[in-house]
């Protein structure tokens, strides 16, 4: 089977739409690992095309804070109002969507989804310090995470952990990583909305696990035309410098 990993879509429909023509017909099912909505323009049309999808998704924390479920001042003064303005375009039966969105952990055929970190799904994964405890825990050789915005991973093999440099290098569209029968691995597709690793393509990953590789993909998308939609809204212009820069 292979899946389409998505995570931190963050309203950016363009994106999405520019990371699904891409992967179209190299995928069988659909697994989101949050933050479906904050930041971007495209709240309501990113939750309808998800659903469309029928991915299997879990929250992130805008999403807990889109919902009242994880109290906005907890965010930046930039996300809050971004926040404050998504709750405002949300239809009603994709608010209820996003209120019902289930936290991780959460196992998915042979693999594991969480937003952050395993025994937190609030708290993020930088450093391989910070992998080992989902290493550890995970129930299944592979787990997704998201969160950080920045396309990577961790492996254990024995004793030893190791970064992994998954990113496609310059001037490459995709880059392939082998699953080792004998290590785990705590992989992170980036961001499809917001990337932060200083590549502004939008990030996914398709796993076909029968083949025991995962693919991690970037994907160029009209920038300009989100940022527009952006300043039309009124949004932060934090957010919307970021997009164009990747960080």
């Known amino acids: 089977m292979r899946y389409l990993i998505l995570s931190d879509i963050h309203a950016n429909l363009t994106a999405l739409e520019a990371v699904l023509n891409s992967a ?22 990113v939750v309808d095309a998800v659903r469309k999808l029928g991915a299997i998704t879990i929250r992130g924390n805008h999403d ?3 919902g009242d479920i994880l109290h906005a001042d907890t965010f930046n003064p930039a996300a809050q109002l971004a926040l404050f303005w998504t709750r405002e375009h949300l239809s009603a039966k994709n608010l209820k969507y996003i209120e019902a969105l289930p936290p991780g952990p959460l196992s998915v055929d042979s693999f594991s989804l969480v937003h952050g970190a395993f025994h937190d799904e609030d708290e993020y994964v930088f450093a391989p310090e910070q992998a080992l405890d989902g290493l550890l825990s995970s129930p299944t050789q592979i787990a997704f995470f998201g969160h950080t915005h920045l396309q990577g991973g961790f492996a254990l093999r024995g004793e030893t ?12 569209t995709s880059h392939d990583l082998i699953i080792e029968r004998d290590a785990k691995y705590l992989l992170n597709p980036g961001s499809v909305g917001q990337p932060r690793d200083d590549d502004p393509r939008a990030a996914f990953a ?5 083949q025991n590789r995962v693919e991690f993909w970037r994907v160029p998308y009209d920038i300009e035309a989100v940022q527009a939609r952006m300043i039309e809204a009124n949004l932060p212009q934090r957010l919307i410098a970021r997009l164009a820069y990747g960080h």
């Open 24 to 45: 179209k017909g190299r995928w069988k099912k659909a697994v989101c690992l949050g933050d479906l909505v904050g930041y971007g323009p495209d709240p309501d049309a």
């Open 64 to 66: 807990k804070a889109v």
């Open 161 to 172: 952990l190791s970064v992994l440099a998954t990113r496609p290098v310059s001037g490459k």
């Open 206 to 210: 398709i796993a076909d696990l029968d």
